[in-house]
């Protein structure tokens, strides 16, 4: 059976992403260097490899510290927490941005609210019970 494992998208600094994604939650699930290609892969999810749970696999490339163009393709990633508020506050307090406060969605009653991560890609949450 097949199973989807992760989502790549390339950063900046890699530490500076690292902090914004612990501060949804996530931790550092493995990591490898790879020094004749000159860059690094930083697995990061909920669950240590628990079977069904998606990562997000941040690719820094060794000097490449100017950015990348982000595209009109990708919208965003979506992340369930329990409370949406306490979220946002957590990732302004971490001195991240916030670019749609927590509140229903339109023509809805799901709360949602929309952070960016230090390279522009934008994350949504979603309220969801734990």
């Given at each position: 059976m097949a199973s989807f494992l992760h989502t790549m998208v390339r950063v900046r600094n890699l530490e500076k992403s690292l902090a914004f994604y612990k501060l949804l939650g996530m931790h550092e699930l493995r990591r490898k260097d790879v020094p004749e290609g000159r860059y690094t892969l930083v697995f990061i999810g909920y669950a240590?490899?628990?079977?069904?749970?998606?990562?997000?696999?941040?690719?820094?490339?060794?000097?490449?510290?100017?950015g990348y163009e982000l595209g009109t393709g990708f919208g965003h990633f979506a992340v369930g927490v329990p409370n949406v508020a306490e979220m946002v506050e957590r990732v302004r307090a971490g001195g991240g941005k916030v670019t749609r406060e927590a509140g229903p969605v339109k023509f809805g009653t799901t709360v949602i609210a929309f952070v960016e991560d230090p390279d522009g890609y934008k994350v949504e949450l979603i309220e969801r019970a734990e």
């Open positions: 240590d490899n628990a079977a069904g749970q998606a990562e997000i696999e941040l690719t820094y490339n060794w000097g490449k510290d100017d």
